[in-house]
T-cell receptor
Framework: DQQVKQNSPSLSVQEGRISILNCDYT??????FLWYKKYPAEGPTFLIS?????DKNEDGRFTVFLNKSAKHLSLHIVPSQPGDSAVYFC?????????????FGTGTRLTVIP | DTEVTQTPKHLVMGMTNKKSLKCEQH?????MYWYKQKAKKPPELMFV???????INESVPSRFSPECPNSSLLNLHLHALQPEDSALYLC??????????????FGQGTRLTVV
């Protein structure tokens, strides 16, 4: 049972435009959310995170929005650059349960077209 | 140093072989993880070590045996694997299993092929 879902397996965006990647989750125990970027044959690289006490976190070109009532988060990349082309994984953690393992979504492959 | 180093990068082994995957970090992290990732699937947690003690085993078959010799090293011993165990094995570390709001750093992974 996939508790973290990324319903768009792929997304293509023109360079300079905004990329919006979406993620939904089902477990209400999740209270910390992360986005990872992954290139082929490499491990995931941490991008940005957000705690459930916030609804927005920004770091340079990357902004993550959290809508707890809808159990939905999104990653905005603006402006998109060709080097952003990779697979993006959303991940969630149920910290209050005492566990610290990450539950990953299935990933969205972003292609930024020059 | 924010690196998690995994060796080897690639491994081909027969079903009767015994091999080990190695992971090392020097960030002072006290939680270390093994994940398994099949093609076009998300990483799935296998084991978590916290302060060198095994704290989570996600019902992984005994042909996978983790070991944490010290706070910087994590091994995964492999014996009598099946072809379906072929996958990318990822090691990760984070500051502390119990501390919230900390990200996990991942290694590049070991691409394992069982023949």
């Amino acid at each position: 049972d996939q508790q973290v879902k990324q319903n768009s397996p792929s997304l293509s965006v023109q360079e300079g435009r905004i990329s919006i990647l979406n993620c939904d989750y089902t477990n209400s125990m999740f209270d910390y959310f992360l986005w990872y970027k992954k290139y082929p044959a490499e491990g995931p690289t941490f991008l940005i995170s957000i705690s459930s006490i916030k609804d927005k976190n920004e770091d340079g070109r990357f902004t993550v929005f959290l809508n707890k009532s809808a159990k939905h988060l999104s990653l905005h990349i603006v402006p998109s650059q060709p080097g952003d082309s990779a697979v993006y994984f959303c991940a969630a953690r149920p910290t209050k349960s005492g566990a610290n393992n990450l539950f990953f979504g299935t990933g969205t492959r972003l292609t930024v077209i020059p | 140093d924010t690196e998690v180093t995994q060796t080897p990068k690639h491994l081909v082994m027969g079903m009767t072989n015994k091999k080990s995957l190695k992971c090392e970090q020097h960030m002072g992290h006290r939680a270390m993880y093994w994940y398994k990732q099949k093609a076009k699937k998300p990483p799935e947690l296998m084991f978590v070590y916290s302060y060198e003690k095994l704290s989570i085993n996600e019902s992984v078959p005994s042909r996978f045996s983790p070991e944490c010799p010290n706070s910087s090293l994590l091994n995964l011993h492999l014996h009598a694997l099946q072809p379906e165990d072929s996958a990318l094995y990822l090691c990760a570390s984070s500051q502390d299993r119990g501390r919230p709001n900390t990200e996990a750093f991942f290694g590049q992974g070991t691409r394992l092929t069982v023949v």
